[in-house]
Antibody
Framework: QVRLQESGPGLVTPSGTLSLTCTVSGDSVSNNAWWWSWVRQPPMKGLEWIGEIHHTGATYNNPSLKSRVTISLDKSKNQFALQLSSVTAADTAVYYC??????????WGQGTLVSVSS | EIALTQSPGTLSLSPGERATLSCRPTQSVSSTYLAWYQQKPGQAPRLLIYGASKRATGIPDRFSGSWSGTDFTLTISRLEPEDFAFYYCQQYDTSPPTYTFGQGTRLEIK
């Protein structure tokens, strides 16, 4: 059974950096078959893809987030991480980590709410 | 950038009825790269359909996906009480690699 678990601060100050970690169990982030992604959902709104990383180090990000996104991999801990810089209230959302390929995501974390507020 | 328009925004039906949800891209999308998700309040999305018509592991056969031309459809043949939820379509674009979701359809009990 694959399990993904998000962790990180639930509150970030405006202009700061949002940092989240996704811990994977039941699979390896080094598994060549999968890409490891972040998806977010503002309160009462739809889903937005943030970015993804492969064990080779390849990453792709949502162009709408420009250069604010950094996704990294820690193979020794079987984790991957998200950093989103220069946050505003518009970045308040439930953040999900997920496992997928170029078709879809078949395993998701439970999600973690991050609020941006002073 | 490809956008996905889902319709209707809200669908009100009774258990036992048939639900038909639509997803229309603004540009041509390969059926290979079209997926559907179900999301209940407070839960993560759950993959229902990938490749436009392939059911994900463990998904009941009352859920089916299809496409005609550029339009994609999710059909739930006979609604069960647990099927009332939000449904999102999602597409993958290869150049550059990006993923887009539709705005969602709320399926509510009539």
């Amino acid at each position: 059974q694959v399990r993904l678990q998000e962790s990180g601060p639930g509150l970030v100050t405006p202009s700061g950096t949002l940092s989240l970690t996704c811990t994977v169990s039941g699979d390896s982030v080094s598994n060549n078959a999968w890409w490891w992604s972040w998806v977010r959902q503002p309160p009462m709104k739809g889903l937005e893809w943030i970015g993804e990383i492969h064990h080779t180090g390849a990453t792709y990000n949502n162009p709408s987030l420009k250069s604010r996104v950094t996704i990294s991999l820690d193979k020794s801990k079987n984790q991957f991480a998200l950093q989103l810089s220069s946050v505003t209230a518009a970045d308040t959302a439930v953040y999900y980590c997920a496992r997928g390929n170029e078709y879809s995501w078949n395993w998701w974390g439970q999600g973690t709410l991050v609020s941006v507020s002073s | 950038e490809i956008a996905l328009t889902q319709s209707p925004g809200t669908l009100s039906l009774s258990p036992g009825e048939r639900a038909t949800l639509s997803c229309r891209p603004t540009q041509s999308v390969s059926s290979t790269y079209l997926a559907w998700y179900q999301q209940k309040p407070g839960q993560a999305p759950r993959l229902l359909i990938y490749g436009a018509s392939k059911r994900a592991t463990g998904i009941p056969d009352r859920f089916s996906g299809s496409w005609s031309g550029t339009d994609f459809t999710l059909t739930i043949s006979r609604l069960e009480p647990e099927d009332f939820a939000f449904y999102y379509c999602q597409q993958y674009d290869t150049s550059p690699p990006t993923y887009t979701f539709g705005q969602g359809t709320r399926l509510e009990i009539k």
